[in-house]
């Protein structure tokens, strides 16, 4: 591939290479799932939940008992 300069996509993913690294994301494939979902005007948020929070299956409810089974 000599001659043809930096790489800026592949597969689908944006590539951006510098000093530090090459680094990849996925916004192209972003923009599209907001285009399909009518999204695009939405608001970013930084961080789109409480920090720490910790989500589990059984919050609300008692562990089964394993040892009956």
Do not use: H
């Amino acid at each position: 591939m000599n001659g043809w300069g930096l790489m800026k996509y592949f597969l689908g993913l944006k590539l951006v290479q510098g000093e530090a690294g090459i680094f990849m994301s996925q916004e192209r494939y972003d923009v599209e799932v907001f285009k399909k979902f009518k999204m695009i005007s939405c608001n970013p948020v930084s961080t789109p939940m409480e920090f720490g929070t910790k989500l589990s299956k059984y919050a609300n409810r008692d562990l089964v008992d394993v040892s009956k089974y």
